[in-house]
């Protein structure tokens, strides 16, 4: 009997030809795709005008599957052989109308992909994210993650369904987080997992303590530049670096502004006294709050170049006029090899040498105005250091005090004496006697009386130098000769009369000489 229903229905499809007419009046209605394996498969065939139907079809790559009067037809833990395209059909004694074709997918259960961010090294205090995502297109997941064991509970999942992804953040790292870690997503509709993921290592590591090295690693000089090295191990990017003086409280004294990779360095470009002191280190994740500890400190000493600079005077800081001084700029150098030495010598504030051949300053002959307060400076790598002030005094000289009195004195004495003399010829009753008149040359054969000589008015024209003559009595020079009056002879006596060099301004010196003339036979 139902073969004959059957092929009536058929004959009458045949005849109607309605075999795939009117597709929107019935539908085929699936779960959202993809089917992963396990799950269940509901065709459901609905009728858009809810009329009740004799037969439902359903169809699986247009092989018929199953005839029913119900609308829904399950397949229950579907697998890869039901993957493939399938429509149903409602008929009616008179018709039969098909649906439209719908894929149906059925794909193995996925594994997710576990990955975690940043990829890096991880530090204690750092966040780091473990990410656990499903195959794209593959929506209505919640997930799961699982720490050292696969049968552990899960450390944490999230509470509904997450799409194709979702991550489990652990905000501030510890020791404890270290470990294997799996995940793996659940069906929210169902009770259907995934695979487990691959496992994934965490390997939190302690702070990192970073080391401070200085270069060069020798004694520091000032003006020297040091370069103060902090890094941290190798492999670990991603730092930023602060530097401190003295104490770790206290302000860094340089910081890099930016990510500077596994190290960076603090220069000191010229080196001070000041500079001395304990350094220490640390380094910062970048864009994060997170620091490493502290380096161990190093100390920094920075010698300094000079131990003294002094100014001496030779041969002392008091001369007389017209002596020879000599400045000597001398430094104590501390570092070896010697740098070159730059050399200033400064009177009252205004240098007189500059110069780096010499650290002499000499004064061949010293004058009042080389009186003055006289400092040093010696210069080398920008280090530049002073001596104490010199006082230097220039007096005046007693040699020329006491030469300039001895001239005059002894004019005045010369003037004195030959006055005296004069005083006493003149008192003995020599001829020649201040006042008379003088006989030139010209006129020593002409009968003129004796007469007085005035040598003071000749003694004023030193320039005139001429022989002059004075009658000279010879009698009286000669008491036991009788001479008479008519036998007295006039004798003349030669005098050159000459002006000595004057040894002051206001002082002359003069002097006689007397030559005695033959008398004329």
């Not at 309605?18 to 089917?35: A, C, F, K, R, Y």
Request: glycine share 6%; aromatic share 10%.
């Amino acid at each position: 009997m139902q073969a004959c229903e059957l092929a009536l229905l058929m004959w009458l499809t045949t005849l109607t030809g309605s075999g795939q007419s009117q597709d929107e009046q019935v539908t085929l209605q699936t779960e959202p795709q993809p089917l992963f394996e396990g799950e269940t498969l509901t065709l459901r065939c609905l009728i858009r005008d809810g009329s009740t139907v004799k037969w439902v079809y359903f169809y699986k790559d247009n092989i018929e599957l199953k005839y029913q009067s119900t609308t829904e037809l399950r397949e229950e833990r579907v697998s890869k052989k039901q993957d493939g395209i399938y429509k149903c059909s409602a008929r009616w004694w008179s018709k039969t109308i098909y649906s439209a074709e719908v894929r149906v997918s059925v794909t193995e259960l996925p594994q997710p992909a576990l990955t975690r961010e940043p990829s890096g090294e991880i530090f204690e205090g750092d966040a780091v994210t473990l990410s656990c995502v499903v195959e794209e297109g593959s929506g209505g997941w919640r997930y799961l993650w699982y720490k050292d064991s696969e049968s552990s509970p899960p450390v944490y999942q999230t509470d509904r369904s997450s799409g194709t992804g979702a991550g489990y953040t652990i905000s501030a790292a510890a020791l404890s987080h270290s470990g294997e870690y799996w995940c793996r997503a659940e069906r929210s509709r169902t009770s259907l997992n995934s695979q487990y993921s691959k496992a994934l290592r965490i390997q939190v590591h302690e702070l990192p303590q970073p080391a401070l090295t200085q270069e060069p690693s020798g004694e520091i000089f000032e003006g020297d530049s040091v370069t103060l090295s902090c890094g941290v191990q190798e492999g670990s990017r991603g730092w930023r670096y602060l530097w401190y003086k003295d104490s770790q409280s206290s302000p860094p004294v340089y910081q890099t502004d930016s990510s500077s990779g596994t190290g960076a360095g603090y220069t000191i470009s010229a080196a001070a006294l000041s500079h001395s002191g304990e350094y220490w280190c640390k380094s910062g994740k970048e864009r994060t709050s997170l620091y490493s500890q502290y380096s161990h400190p190093i100390w920094v000493n920075v010698t300094a170049l000079f131990s003294r600079v002094t100014l001496t005077a030779s041969p002392g800081a008091t001369v007389k006029e017209g002596e020879a001084l000599n400045l000597t700029c001398e430094a104590v150098v501390n570092k070896t090899p010697r740098p070159q030495l730059h050399y200033t010598i400064v009177r009252d504030g205004e240098p007189v040498t500059n110069s780096t051949d010499s650290a002499l300053y000499s004064i061949a002959s010293t004058e009042k105005n080389h009186t003055g307060s006289y400092t040093c400076a010696v210069e080398s790598q920008g280090v530049k250091k002073s001596s104490q002030e010199l006082h230097i005094e220039v007096q005046t000289s007693w040699h020329r005090t006491v030469a300039v009195g001895f001239s005059v004195g002894f004019f005045v004495i010369l003037v004195t004496v030959f006055t005296l003399l004069l005083l006493y010829h003149k008192m003995k009753g020599l001829p020649c006697i201040p006042g008379g008149k003088w006989r030139n040359h010209s006129d020593q054969d002409q009968d003129h009386p004796a007469g007085r000589v005035e040598l003071s008015k000749r003694a004023q024209q030193p320039e005139s130098e001429e022989i002059v003559y004075c009658d000279v009595d010879t009698s009286k020079h000669n008491p036991k000769k009788k001479v008479k009056p008519a036998e007295t002879d006039t004798v003349y006596s030669a005098v050159n009369i000459t002006a000595a060099q004057p040894a002051a301004a206001n002082a002359e010196a003069m002097y006689a000489t007397v030559l005695p003339k033959k008398k004329k036979k």
